[in-house]
């Protein structure tokens, strides 16, 4: 065969190779004709935690000559008293579930049972700690306001949320301890 022949069926063969690849791609091959599903059961957790649960106002007593003293976690303050402020602060209640909750608080007891004395005051106040993380329940009236604490259910919150960027609250508590009340360690 001279170069010419040879060159002509080279041509040829890449011609061929190129419209068989061209067939090749263009073919249906197979069509598609089933679906799948998937199917995934998420459950209800209604979870609250107190990440501060424990407020210890310590030792002190009711200043000389007066009625009594005001101790308050809300702004830390003591008044005509001497009581410091070292540890204590706030309640810090978080819903950690994946539900909104109907949020009550109550008490093992009520001012007179846990101060004794004239006029003992024992209070509550509900904040949002996180915008928009609690609606006012029926017990509060109002958030940031004081709320006498009770042994039965107040509730607090309707609801609290459970969105991780509003899910968290603040309980302050507020005590008037009379120059008359019981002695030693009280707790609740």
Same mark, same amino acid.
């Given at each position: 065969?001279?170069?010419?022949?040879?060159q002509?069926?080279g041509?040829?063969?890449?011609?061929?190779?190129?419209v068989?690849?061209?067939? @090749?791609?263009?073919k249906?091959?197979?069509?598609?004709?089933?679906?799948a599903?998937?199917?995934?059961?998420?459950?209800?957790?209604?979870? @609250?935690?107190?990440?501060?649960?424990?407020?210890?106002?310590?030792?002190?007593?009711?200043?000389?000559?007066?009625?009594?003293?005001?101790?308050?976690?809300?702004?830390?303050?003591?008044?005509?008293?001497?009581?410091?402020?070292?540890?204590?602060?706030?309640?810090?209640?978080?819903?950690?579930?994946?539900?909104?909750?109907?949020?009550?608080?109550s008490?093992?007891?009520?001012?007179?049972?846990?101060?004794?004395g004239?006029?003992?005051?024992?209070?509550?106040?509900?904040e949002?700690?996180?915008?928009?993380?609690?609606?006012?329940?029926?017990?509060?009236?109002?958030?940031?306001?004081?709320?006498?604490?009770?042994?039965?259910?107040?509730?607090?919150?309707?609801?609290?949320?459970?969105?991780?960027?509003?899910?968290? @609250?603040?309980?302050?508590i507020?005590?008037?301890?009379?120059?008359?009340?019981?002695?030693?360690?009280?707790?609740?």
């Amino acid at each position: 065969m001279d170069s010419k022949t040879t060159q002509i069926l080279g041509y040829v063969a890449i011609a061929i190779i190129i419209v068989s690849l061209i067939n @090749i791609g263009v073919k249906l091959t197979g069509h598609v004709t089933d679906t799948a599903t998937l199917n995934v059961t998420i459950e209800e957790s209604v979870v @609250i935690d107190f990440t501060t649960d424990f407020i210890d106002f310590g030792s002190g007593r009711v200043d000389e000559g007066e009625l009594n003293a005001v101790i308050d976690t809300s702004d830390g303050s003591v008044v005509r008293g001497n009581w410091t402020n070292d540890t204590w602060s706030r309640f810090v209640l978080e819903n950690i579930g994946n539900q909104n909750v109907t949020l009550n608080l109550s008490s093992g007891k009520d001012a007179s049972q846990l101060l004794g004395g004239t006029g003992p005051l024992y209070q509550f106040k509900v904040e949002n700690k996180d915008s928009n993380a609690c609606t006012a329940g029926a017990g509060i009236g109002s958030l940031g306001s004081w709320t006498n604490m009770s042994k039965t259910d107040l509730t607090i919150c309707n609801p609290l949320q459970f969105y991780t960027d509003r899910n968290e @609250i603040y309980i302050d508590i507020k005590l008037t301890i009379p120059s008359d009340s019981f002695t030693g360690e009280q707790t609740d």
